[in-house]
């Protein structure tokens, strides 16, 4: 692959700013619903993308499955519902910002984060595609099962002040996560007699639930979701308050670079997906921090960290579907038919065979996240203006409309009541301080844990040490470690600094 | 004020509820399918004895009292909290009938009356936001949501 070739692509997917710039604005609409995933407008828009030539078809796909990533963090900042699993992460320090009147601020770094965090990572695998290819198959079980318990450590970091009301909700999670039929047998558990629970919780329904009806059942409560002082900052909101996120974008470029690797490489395991990603990179950030403790108050890396991860995750998860013929995630699956259907053949020939489409998908990933800074950037200031919404109408219609947004995903109406449920359950949790996050941490990697694990200690025949059996594994055990001992030792640390001053002083 | 322990017992009673119904549901299974729940439902009910252990000290040392008090304040939104999960509930019951656009419609009428919305808001908004689902769910996605009569009607 020359030079030359890479510009020609990129020249040409420019050309079809027809195609892109719609597709854009239609994933960013599906991105902000709760419940409308990509693969399923893909699914519903298969008629056209199969209609048009290939490159066209893949450019709007892949730029609605971009934008609708980049979307599911606006309304995780504005009003603390996610518009995907891949945002949930979003909201621990989106939605504080917002309380503090720094909406438009948290947009800003939420679509920086997102693009850039998207645009590093397909320009990165356009340059490294062949070894990349590779590294989803190093990742297997064992190492996954470690991937995995990364992302349920973050039950334990966001605990704030009471950790045993964090692990009860996170284990509560856990155990709703394990629901449905097991991945051996296929036998079904704890399921209460719903068929509609066979395939394990929905994903959408617990979402809206924990986050958006418990939400609006508290935000009754006050007049606005916002403070005195939030409400004079959001009603001052100026074209400046863009630039301060762009600047405290700048300020932070480091970590949009790396946290948006750490989406990529777990997006190239086949299965991983975007919600994974960002809570391992929540997680990573907090660990690496300075100031761990203002996590979960409003701080910008709170807010770049997943965002950056979960657009990470785009171009990783094409990188099996296209180097291997093995679908990263069921968006992937889609764009697999479209391909199939015009006669590309999925594997390593493909890149031989049809350059133009094999890498044209990454440089259309890059071309879409150019557009996508230029068309959602200026929208910011004016998106930020939901908080002023009171919540006599904001609480109804949020409850009322996610309730709908439901039933989108399997279309079934046990959704929509499920969705209360999970409503109430997270109402409680959150005027009692068990933090809804930790459980749908728990509902979210559960079953992919489980399936991991079982599948690890199914080879193994039951053996455990199966867990400690490759070096790849045992190197991310140690990160594990790491990982849990370093707040530790840095917690001591600081004490004792805290301790030797006192001293000082009173000396 | 003394601490409200009842309140805390809440989620930890719904995940012991959970946790032995769990259990029982498993019991007959291979070891494939229980492995992990069991070794998740052990932990869930360890951690809830210790908090149990917890609020029996805190009630002990009257550092605390079994008030539910946290879940209900503040008192003057209890009506509109529980008017809204009712209304919920009656709308997605009434789904089948009513079809999506007649029920939610409806439903963000009663709810906004009860919120304390009046005037012209609460005629608009419920309009709006119901022909926007109409337009989306039943034209645009043609998914399979209830269709009630005015879905019949323009059909």
Request: contains cysteine; positive net charge.
């Amino acid at each position: 692959m020359s030079w030359e070739f890479v510009l020609q692509q990129f020249g040409a997917q420019f050309g079809l700013w027809w195609v892109i710039v719609p597709a854009i604005l239609l994933g960013i609409v599906v991105g902000i619903l709760p419940g409308f995933s990509p693969q399923n407008t893909l699914i519903m828009l298969l008629p056209l993308t199969l209609a048009v030539p290939v490159e066209q078809a893949m450019a709007f796909m892949i730029a609605l499955y971009c934008a609708n990533h980049l979307a599911g963090g606006i309304p995780a900042i504005l009003v603390k519902i996610p518009g995907s699993g891949g945002a949930a992460a979003t909201t621990l320090d989106g939605y504080p910002m917002t309380q503090k009147g720094q909406a438009q601020q948290a947009l800003v770094l939420c679509f920086t984060a997102s693009v850039f965090g998207g645009l590093i990572t397909s320009l990165a695998t356009i340059a490294l595609l062949p070894w990349l290819s590779q590294i989803g198959l190093y990742l297997r079980s064992v190492e996954m099962v470690v991937v995995m318990l990364f992302g349920l450590t973050l039950i334990a970091v966001i605990a704030g002040k009471d950790t045993l009301k964090a692990l009860i909700a996170g284990f509560f999670g856990l155990l709703i996560g394990v629901i449905g039929t097991d991945h051996i047998y296929n036998t079904p558990r704890a399921t209460f007699g719903f068929l509609e629970l066979y395939d394990g919780v929905p994903l959408v329904p617990a979402l809206i639930g924990l986050f958006a009806i418990s939400e609006a059942l508290v935000m009754i409560e006050e007049k606005m979701i916002v403070d005195e002082s939030g409400r004079a900052r959001a009603l001052a909101a100026r074209w400046s308050d863009t630039l301060e996120g762009l600047r405290l974008s700048v300020e932070k470029w480091w970590h949009i670079v790396w946290t948006s690797f750490v989406g990529l490489f777990i997006g190239l395991t086949p299965g991983a997906g975007a919600s994974i990603a960002a809570f391992v990179a929540y997680q990573q950030s907090r660990l690496w921090s300075k100031h761990p403790e203002r996590y979960g108050t409003g701080v910008p890396e709170g807010v770049i960290a997943p965002e950056a991860a979960n657009n990470g995750v785009t171009s990783g998860t094409l990188v099996p579907t296209l180097a291997l013929g093995v679908p990263g995630g069921s968006t992937a699956a889609v764009m697999m038919i479209v391909l199939q259907y015009h006669g590309m053949v999925m594997g390593p020939r493909l890149f031989a065979t049809n350059p133009g489409v094999a890498y044209g998908v990454f440089i259309s990933m890059a071309v879409a996240y150019i557009f996508m800074l230029f068309t959602i950037l200026p929208l910011a200031r004016y998106m930020s203006r939901v908080v002023l919404i009171e919540t006599t109408y904001l609480a109804p219609i949020i409850v009322l409309v996610t309730i709908v947004a439901a039933f989108g995903e399997r279309q079934y109406l046990f959704d929509m009541s499920l969705a209360l449920v999970f409503g109430v359950i997270g109402y409680i949790a959150h005027k009692t301080n068990y933090h809804v996050t930790a459980i749908l941490i728990g509902i979210l990697l559960g079953p992919i844990f489980e399936q991991y694990l079982v599948r690890a200690l199914r080879i193994s025949q039951g053996d455990l040490t199966v867990l400690f059996s490759s070096t790849l594994g045992n190197i991310l055990w140690a990160f594990l470690v790491l990982s849990l001992v370093l707040p530790l030792w840095r917690n001591y640390a600081q004490g004792r600094e805290a301790g030797e001053k006192q001293e000082r002083a009173r000396r | 004020m003394k601490n409200p322990l009842g309140a805390d017992l809440v989620i930890p009673a719904l995940a012991l509820g959970f946790a032995v119904y769990f259990f029982v549901s498993i019991a007959e299974l291979a070891w494939e399918a229980k492995a992990n729940g069991v070794v998740i439902g052990g932990v869930l009910v360890a951690l809830i004895a210790v908090q149990l252990v917890r609020t029996a000290i805190g009630l002990v040392r009257r550092r605390g009292t079994l008030s539910f008090e946290p879940l209900w304040a503040p008192r003057e939104a209890l009506g509109k909290r529980v008017g809204m999960v009712a209304i919920t509930v009656l709308f997605i019951v009434t789904l089948k009938w009513l079809g999506l656009t007649l029920g939610l419609l409806a439903a963000l009428f009663a709810a906004l009356w009860i919120m304390g919305a009046r005037g012209k808001a609460l005629l608009i908004l419920p309009i709006a936001v119901s022909t926007a689902a109409y337009l989306l769910f039943v034209v645009l996605l043609n998914s399979n949501i209830p269709h009630g009569p005015i879905e019949r009607l323009f059909s």
